[in-house]
């Protein structure tokens, strides 16, 4: 079983949809890390959170430090947030990637 | 300067060839990441330096040679690789602790072996 689990695996939604991907963790951790991943290969730093909720633009990351989840959603969907989603979990210099959500946004 | 520059962006070689893969940051990031992805997976550690040392290695077939010869440069040096180390190799830095700091991610090289 991995150790960062996130869901759902693939996402398809209509332009202008709210969406939720989730990321669960078992192991303890001191920080969460949500990636982002074009077809082109470049990864993004999107929130480092550590506890509490990150807000930027359409983008929304909460974190449940007791329950071991984190949600990230995307307010207003469009085609161009179409990518992959990774959460990674970080304990000290230890780093577990998940094995990311494939969002795909229609017009 | 933000970025974490990584060339070339694609490369294709053969089994016999010579290739380094390169990647620079000016951020005065001092720990330093090579990762490889292949597709639909989550990226692998390959390697970290930290200070310009070598700090981890994750049992990397020798035929991945990193080296870094500065704080702002850091190189894969590959030779005799085969078809199954086609994938997207990517490159990282960060400032400290990644976890109160977080990865710079470069836009990776995509390496096929033929």
């Known amino acids: 079983k991995n150790e960062v689990e996130q869901s759902p695996q693939n996402l398809t939604a209509q332009e202008g949809e709210f969406i939720t991907i989730n990321c669960s963790y078992s192991v303890g951790i001191s920080a969460l890390h949500w990636l982002q991943q074009h077809p082109g290969g470049g990864i993004v730093s999107l929130f480092m959170l550590s506890s509490g909720k990150k807000k930027h633009g359409r983008l929304i990351a909460t974190i449940n430090i007791q329950e071991k989840h984190s949600s990230l959603h995307i307010t207003a969907s469009h085609p161009r947030d179409s990518a992959v989603y990774i959460c990674?979990?970080?304990?000290?210099?230890?780093?577990?990637f998940g094995a990311g959500t494939r969002l795909t946004v229609k017009p | 300067d933000t970025e974490v520059t990584q060339t070339p962006k694609h490369l294709v070689m053969g089994m016999t060839n010579k290739k380094s893969l390169k990647c620079e940051q000016h951020?005065?990031?001092?720990?330093m990441y090579w990762y490889k992805q292949k597709a639909k997976k989550p990226p692998e550690l390959m390697f970290v330096y930290s200070y310009e040392k070598l700090s981890i290695n994750e049992s990397v077939p020798s035929r991945f040679s990193p080296e870094c010869p500065n704080s702002s440069l850091l190189n894969l040096h590959l030779h005799a690789l085969q078809p199954e180390d086609s994938a997207l190799y990517l490159c990282?830095?960060?400032?400290?602790?990644?976890?109160?700091?977080?990865?710079?991610f470069g836009s990776g090289t995509r390496l096929t072996v033929v």
């Open positions: 990674a979990a970080y304990n000290n210099n230890d780093m577990r």
């Open positions: 951020m005065g990031h001092r720990a």
């Open positions: 990282a830095s960060s400032r400290g602790t990644p976890a109160n700091y977080g990865y710079t």
